[in-house]
């Protein structure tokens, strides 16, 4: 008698997870759109880190990643039904997958209506798509698969489809979302740094136009008392000279004193 093993039950994505998905990618428009040229594993393995305190379930950023990647495809595919439905109807009363708010958002950050209904003015080429083959297949899958997504987004949960049935190359980032924000951060001190030091060096010039302005005034006022000295020793010069002659004027008058003394004797 053989029994069959029962598989590990995966537990589904729940709502708060994909708030957090949603509002994070919310900032990074390039990594949700998946055309980021820097390299992004840093920032998927912060919100893994994030998305799993919110658990379960908790999954590597790898699966995250996956889980972002398939979720934007089912949104994609509810468009794509949408659209087929509109077309068919001549504009008139059809069957309209109404989306959730949370999918709305994706739709708008990701830029799924642009990768439906194509760039607005552009010119088509290559050959046109075929509306009648596998319209209604891929109408029922898209309808099965919204009905049973809703479903869980109610009960908090959603199911995740494979990544090999959505997943599409996508060209590697070379730099980190973090490390952008960390360098925009870095950018942003930098230049209050450099603001507070221009007005430091400004106030620091100052204070030396101040510093040479009495210093000029100092050396005048010293070259000024230098002069003054000047004069002055020269008008000590000329009172030396003319007490000396002063002195000399009463010796020879002395001596003509004792010369008329000495012929009287």
């Known amino acids: 008698m053989y029994f069959r093993a029962k598989r590990p039950k995966i537990q589904s994505t729940n709502r708060d997870q994909y708030a957090k998905l949603v509002e994070e990618l ?20 912060n919100l893994a880190e994030d998305l799993n305190s919110l658990g379960p379930p908790t ?26 439905e509109q077309r068919s109807t001549g504009g008139g009363p059809c069957k309209i997958i109404e989306l959730f708010s949370l999918e709305e958002r994706v739709v708008d950050k990701a830029g799924l209506t642009a990768a439906v209904e ?23 899958m898209a309808r099965r698969m919204s009905t049973n997504q809703q479903d869980n987004m ?22 980190a979302a973090s490390s952008l924000r960390l ?19 400004r106030n620091q010039s100052k204070k030396l136009d101040d510093m040479g302005y009495y210093c000029k005034e100092i050396s005048k006022r010293l070259a000024d008392l230098q002069a003054l000295k000047v004069e ?34």
């Open 118 to 140: 194509g760039i607005p003015d552009s010119v088509p080429f290559g050959a046109p798509p075929d509306e009648d083959d596998g319209g209604a297949f891929n109408g029922s």
């Open 26 to 45: 919310e900032e990074q428009p390039d990594i949700a759109k998946g055309f980021a040229k820097f390299n992004t594993d840093p920032f998927w393995s």
């Open 154 to 175: 109610e009960e908090g949960t959603d199911t995740e489809t494979p990544a090999s049935a959505t997943s599409t190359p996508r060209r590697q980032p070379k730099r």
């Open 59 to 84: 999954k590597t950023a790898e699966k995250w990643k996956r889980v972002w990647g398939d979720w934007k495809s089912n949104i994609k595919k509810k468009l794509v039904s949408n659209r087929k």
């Open 232 to 265: 002055q020793h020269k008008e000590q010069q000329r009172h030396n000279l003319e007490m000396e002659k002063i002195a000399l004027e009463k010796l020879k008058t002395k001596r003509e004193i004792i010369a008329l003394q000495l012929d009287r004797l």
């Open 183 to 201: 360098l925009d951060t870095q950018v942003k001190q930098q230049k209050q740094f450099h603001t507070d030091m221009l007005d430091i060096l």
